[in-house]
């Protein structure tokens, strides 16, 4: 079946470090790709997606990009700062379902 | 705007104990589902809903039931609760027409915690 892989975390930067969170996927026919961000006590909310092949998403400053290549949709940001500490999960949604990594908690020092 | 609405927020059952957790949303939106969130875990799908009258299991729907008798309304029931159901419960909807097709909106999470 459909699944997500993202690297564990924690991930640890100072403010202004670039950030990079890394996310494959394994899905029959071709996917939508998503980010999302939950703050602490919150629930889940959409980050950025992509729907197809070589798309970029991004928002807030993140980018991520669909490869299909190497079934990838890695997480980038060039500059972090300290209110982007959350939980990020990468996931994807080949039928009607959506199908979540395990998340990556992000804490940015000052 | 509502949105995903969830309760109760925090419930303390005891082991064979029933109980529902609600879900409503007001977005009018065809699909419906329930996540259950644990450390190390991430958010694993329980079962979801394409529409009114229509349900569907997810990778984890051992010990849960749910129907969709309304667009509105997602209730998960857990008939005879077991420890391995302490979790972070979340609701989430989303549309399958029009433009925002991919977005799920998710509740604020229900806590359960089963002795």
């Known amino acids: 079946g459909d699944s997500v892989t993202q690297m564990e975390g924690p991930v640890t930067l100072s403010e202004e470090a670039f950030l990079t969170i890394n996310c494959t996927y394994t899905a029959t026919g071709y996917p939508s790709l998503f980010w999302y961000v939950q703050y602490p006590g919150e629930g889940l909310q959409l980050l950025l997606k992509a729907t197809k092949a070589d798309d970029k998403g991004s928002n807030k400053g993140f980018e991520a990009t669909y490869r299909k290549e190497t079934t990838s949709f890695h997480l980038e940001k060039g500059s972090v700062q300290v209110s982007d500490s959350a939980v990020y999960f990468c996931?994807?949604?080949?039928?009607?379902?959506?199908?979540f990594g395990k998340g990556t908690r992000l804490h940015i020092l000052p | 705007n509502a949105g995903v609405t969830q309760t109760p927020k925090f419930q303390v059952l005891k082991t064979g104990q029933s109980m529902t957790l609600q879900c409503a949303q007001d977005?009018?939106?065809?699909?419906m589902s329930w996540y259950r969130q644990d450390p190390g875990m991430g958010l694993r799908l329980i079962h979801y809903s394409v529409g009114a009258g229509i349900t569907d299991q997810g990778e984890v729907p051992n010990g849960y039931n749910v129907s969709r008798s309304t667009t509105e309304d997602f209730p998960l029931r857990l008939l005879s609760a077991a420890p391995s159901q302490t979790s972070v419960y979340f609701c989430?909807?989303?549309?399958?027409?029009?433009?925002?097709?991919?977005?799920?909106?998710f509740g604020e999470g229900s806590r359960l915690t089963v002795l």
């Open positions: 996931a994807l949604r080949g039928d009607d379902k959506i199908i």
């Open positions: 977005m009018n939106h065809e699909y």
């Open positions: 989430a909807s989303r549309a399958l027409t029009g433009g925002r097709t991919g977005e799920l909106f």
